[in-house]
């Protein structure tokens, strides 16, 4: 017998709602090292994060890197912990507070929630949260600009599960990627060009370099689209920059393990110029929406160890879009369009309140 969850109660006569998820990575609860170690065993579990066979994997998981890696991890986290908790579910509560009333103002009467796939709020209780709330039409956003399996897909693997335990489905759409959509190009080249007007504006030795996120070579032998997304990213922020191609750098940060990722690698790109004679490098990281471990501690704290270490002069990091108002407004562009056909206008949740109270009472007359 199939294992259902446990439906709210239904009410003839309730209009139904539409809700957008806004799923991120996820964090640990604390930059402690049980709380790094529940987090990491989540993460490192999953499948399509670590494609190793299970068998071969999961000693070196469970006997190695759960037993020596969650002390040093929880070091790093304390590093860039805010007094409201970690940095990236900061940030994407925020975002989910502020699209809902930039979408509001543009009309429609949506309910937004966020979750994390790893961690907390998990995806299954923030759908539960909107079904409760008679959400009937969900929207799911992974807030990777660029797609991969191993964070968009597996975002929407988790999604999927708690449909197959839902006796009464809501009906779901899902954005796939944005990584080339104007809003999303536009604000990242202004934050860019805020970043100079605050600093100078670039000179003869200087770089811009941008770093995304690293997966496994093999991803793309297999036919991830993720690599492609990253270069297209990073010739639309150029070309709106103005910038010669040689003044950007494309790079691939937070490498695990002994097996090729896609290349150039971050950390020995920014030594090697420095070495070239490179005086100043301003970093900012596209893939990432809000700023976390991977932006705040590894680029902005790490990288620059290791550029002015091996002779660099000036380096700056360009912190995420986070709550930028032109990247609120890029991503309420972006939920309107997937939202396209659905009803979610006051006028239209009245008569979709009138067309079901009327259907009720049909059914009350024929009983």
């Known amino acids: 017998m199939p294992f259902f969850l446990p439906e709210p109660e239904f009410q003839h006569g309730t209009a139904p709602r539409t809700g957008v998820l806004l799923i991120n990575l996820g964090t640990p609860d604390a930059p402690t090292a049980p709380a790094l170690r529940r987090y990491l065993k989540e993460f490192l579990s999953d499948s399509r994060v670590v494609e190793i066979p299970r068998l071969l994997w999961w000693p070196i998981l469970n006997g190695i890197i759960l037993n020596t890696r969650p002390k040093k991890s929880a070091a790093k986290y304390a590093s860039v912990w805010l007094p409201e908790g970690s940095p990236l579910r900061v940030h994407t509560e925020r975002q989910t507070k502020l699209l809902k009333g930039a979408l509001g103002e543009a009309g429609h009467r949506v309910e937004v929630d966020y979750a994390m796939r790893y961690g907390q709020p998990s995806v299954a209780d923030a759908l539960a949260r909107l079904k409760q709330q008679n ?21 929407l693997d988790a999604a999927y599960a708690w449909l197959q335990k839902s006796r009464n489905q ?23 060009r805020q970043h100079w007007a605050a600093h100078g504006l670039p000179g003869a030795s200087y770089r811009l370099m941008l770093s995304f996120h690293g997966v496994p070579k093999r991803t793309l032998e297999l036919g991830d689209p993720y690599h492609c997304e990253c270069l297209k990213t990073g010739r639309l922020v150029t070309e709106a920059l103005g ?18 990722w896609l290349q150039p690698y971050t950390a020995p790109t920014l030594h090697q110029l420095a070495k070239q004679g490179v005086e100043r490098v301003d970093v900012m990281c596209p893939g990432f929406t809000s700023d976390c471990l991977e932006t705040l501690e590894e680029i902005a704290m790490e990288g620059k160890a290791d550029f002015l270490s091996a002779g660099g002069k000036t380096y700056h990091y360009i912190p995420c879009l ?46």
Do not use: M
């Not at 759409?173 to 809003?183: A, E």
């Not at 910038?243 to 090729?260: H, M, N, T, Y």
């Not at 407004?329 to 206008?345: E, F, K, M, Q």
């Open 135 to 155: 959400c009937t039409r969900i929207l799911l956003l992974p807030l990777y600009p660029q797609y991969a399996g191993s964070t968009s897909a597996t975002a």
């Open 243 to 260: 910038l010669a191609p040689e003044q950007v750098k494309i790079c691939f940060q937070s490498r695990f393990g002994k097996a090729e």
């Open 322 to 367: 986070n709550e930028r108002p032109d990247w609120i407004a890029a991503l309420a562009d972006i939920v309107s369009h997937h939202l396209a056909g659905w009803p979610t206008r006051a006028d239209e949740d009245t008569a979709a309140l009138e067309l079901s109270a009327r259907r009720a009472g049909e059914r009350g007359s024929k009983d």
């Open 170 to 192: 809501p009906e779901i759409r899902s954005v796939r990627n944005f990584h080339d959509h104007p809003g999303y190009i536009a604000a990242l080249a202004a934050s860019v």
